[in-house]
């Protein structure tokens, strides 16, 4: 009796674990290209206006193309809308943090005495 459970169970959890290995790795490789989807959305749609969900959609699209037909049944367009989501949530924030950053340097350079336009602060703080 424990045999036949045993001689069942294993290639269940063989399948198991091996689908959910090959959910992980493709995961984590869309993770990786979305940012450079966002980036390749952003210059491809840089002259149209109010294009966001245009470009959602088209790095939405490429990144479903490349998931393997088998893990499509796991990894549906909800879930890769997810992950453009918070990848371009992160981009934004780690945007925003970098920004304040340098108004916070600009604020002290201003707040020394020292004068100047905020560009070209930003430009000869980065060289």
């Not at 993770?31 to 002259?47: F, V």
């Not at 924030?93 to 005495?113: R, T």
Request: charged share 30%; hydrophobic share 45%; proline share 3%.
């Amino acid at each position: 009796m424990l045999k036949n459970i045993i001689d069942i169970a294993i290639p269940i959890l063989t399948v198991f674990f091996g689908t959910l290995s090959a959910y992980f790795r493709v995961h984590d490789q869309l993770r990786r290209r979305s940012i450079k989807y966002i980036a390749e959305a952003e210059e491809l749609y840089k002259d149209s206006t109010k294009a966001g969900g245009q470009k959602f959609s088209w790095v939405v699209d490429n990144l479903y193309e490349l998931i393997p037909p088998p893990l499509k049944v796991i990894i549906t367009k909800k879930c890769i809308e997810i992950i453009v989501q918070s990848s371009f949530d992160a981009i934004e924030d780690y945007a925003k943090m970098q920004l304040d950053m340098a108004v916070e340097k600009y604020l002290k350079h201003f707040s020394d005495g020292k004068s100047g336009d905020f560009i070209d602060f930003i430009r000869n703080d980065a060289e």
